[in-house]
């Protein structure tokens, strides 16, 4: 008993613990979001620009050290000091010499320094600020680009699946039309040369399935990169392109200037404008304060730690920096601020300008897709009704397998052409998604 306990929970871990290989198209986004390297890098800037706002914060808090140092004077400084110091009748210029001080020295202190104020330093504070919001916006822009990579290879690989599936039919069906005829042929109701018609039309469809197949393997291999999915391990789709395309909102809504692209240069902006801030501060002047606690000790022999007398000192002060000229060089600093400030509104203007334009193509290019889907749709219709009905005429005598050959290219040429209308759509929804900062949200 205890054994087939012990085999049940074995086989329902070993269940739970699979991983499961077919997704949704948001089931892909997620694994892309949770697992992209490229995504865990931005979120580790932002993480470093988290610390580099801390670290700059503490430049702005009390800072203490403590310092210690040891002399050993193999020759003792000589000090030489004229003689009528010692002598009052020693002949003028005459001088003396002798080496003072004593052969080991050794100190310790404690400084602590304190910024009272900086102007650079509330600037830069500000800047560190600023630089953790870039970084986060920088993070949305990756996850942006990996989501845009899956749904595209998604869309692929969909769309590459539905047409594998029918060519598949087109040669099961073809298959069974060959069967047939070989009855026809036996009975001598049609020729040897209509089987070979059919057989070429039957070995086009099978050339065409192994294309389709291989366009299907290269789109999930592309759709496992973009996921960041193991290479080795099988995957597939839940959704098909039809479920896709219901889903999908093939409407226009949106705004330019929610582009992530115009985000980040508005961010590079204010970034430039409080360097331009920080060249101005350097007009103004900085103050800050320090205490000193120091102990010295003085010895001939190496006996520092025998109870002997260490001499103290203790000292507090301020420090008052005043900058008053400095040639030109802070004023030059300040205009070359203010011309890469002006730059960068320029580039702003011209991306804006840029991105209105992609918008313009974007809704172009998705009303015209749509708009060959729907002719396309009613084209594939209307070629396979006349396949049909050419394999009927075929059957009673009435068509011969030239014309039932030219139907069926036919109605493979309608499908390949609706399939590339398909991934028209697709491509041109989620350009325009992109355009409109929108792709997370889909």
């Known amino acids: 008993m205890n054994k087939i306990v012990y085999l049940l929970l074995l086989v329902s871990s070993a269940t739970y613990g699979q991983v499961s290989s077919s997704y949704s198209l948001l089931e892909a986004q997620d694994y892309a979001l949770n697992n992209h390297l490229s995504v865990k890098n931005a979120n580790l800037d932002v993480t470093k620009a988290e610390h580099l706002k801390k670290e700059y914060l503490a430049i702005g808090l009390p800072q203490a050290s403590i310092n210690g140092t040891f002399n050993n ?21 005459e001088t003396i010499s002798f080496r003072a001080g004593t052969k080991y020295n050794s100190s310790a202190n404690l400084q602590v320094n304190q910024l009272i104020f900086n102007g650079s330093y509330f600037v830069g504070l500000e800047a560190s600020k600023l630089l953790v919001k870039l970084q986060e916006t920088l993070v949305s ?130 970034i430039d404008a409080l360097n331009l801030k920080n060249k101005k501060s350097a007009y103004l ?40 000229f400095s040639s030109g060089q802070r004023k030059a600093q300040v205009d070359q601020a203010k011309i890469v400030v002006l730059q960068d509104e320029n580039n702003y203007k011209i991306a804006e300008n840029a991105l209105k334009m992609q918008e313009i193509q974007a809704i172009n290019n998705l009303l015209g897709a749509q708009q060959k889907m729907q002719l396309q749709q009613e084209n594939i219709l209307l070629a396979g009704k006349i396949y049909d009905n050419s394999i009927l005429k075929q059957q009673i005598g009435k068509e011969n397998s030239i014309n039932v050959t030219q139907k069926y290219n036919q109605l493979m040429i309608a499908q390949s052409q609706y399939v590339a209308s398909l991934v028209d759509v697709f491509q041109s929804k989620i350009t325009l998604d992109k355009l409109y900062n929108q792709i997370l949200n889909k």
């Open 285 to 324: 002047p900085s103050f800050g304060g320090y205490f000193q606690q120091s102990y010295n000790a003085f010895r001939n022999e190496f006996d520092f730690f025998s109870d002997k007398p260490w001499f103290s000192q203790t000292v507090w002060g301020l420090q008052l920096s005043i900058p008053v």
């Open 73 to 93: 004077f193999i020759n003792l400084p000589v000090q030489v000091l004229d003689a009528k110091f010692f002598n009052p009748a020693a002949a003028d210029g």
């Open 141 to 270: 822009k990756s996850k942006e680009d990996v989501v845009f990579d899956v749904t595209q290879a998604y869309h692929l690989a969909a769309v590459a699946k539905e047409s594998q599936l029918f060519v598949d039919s087109m040669v099961i069906i073809t298959e069974k039309l060959v069967e047939k005829q070989k009855n026809y042929l036996e009975l001598g109701m049609i020729t040897q040369e209509d089987i070979d018609q059919i057989n070429y039309s039957l070995l086009s469809a099978k050339n065409a399935q192994a294309s389709a197949t291989i366009q299907l393997n290269n789109a999930l291999t592309l759709l496992k990169m973009a996921m960041f999915y193991p290479l080795d391990q099988p995957i597939d789709l839940k959704e098909s392109a039809t479920d896709l395309l219901a889903k999908a909102s093939l409407k226009n809504s949106g705004n330019i200037a929610a582009n992530t692209n115009l985000i980040l240069l508005q961010q590079q902006i204010e």
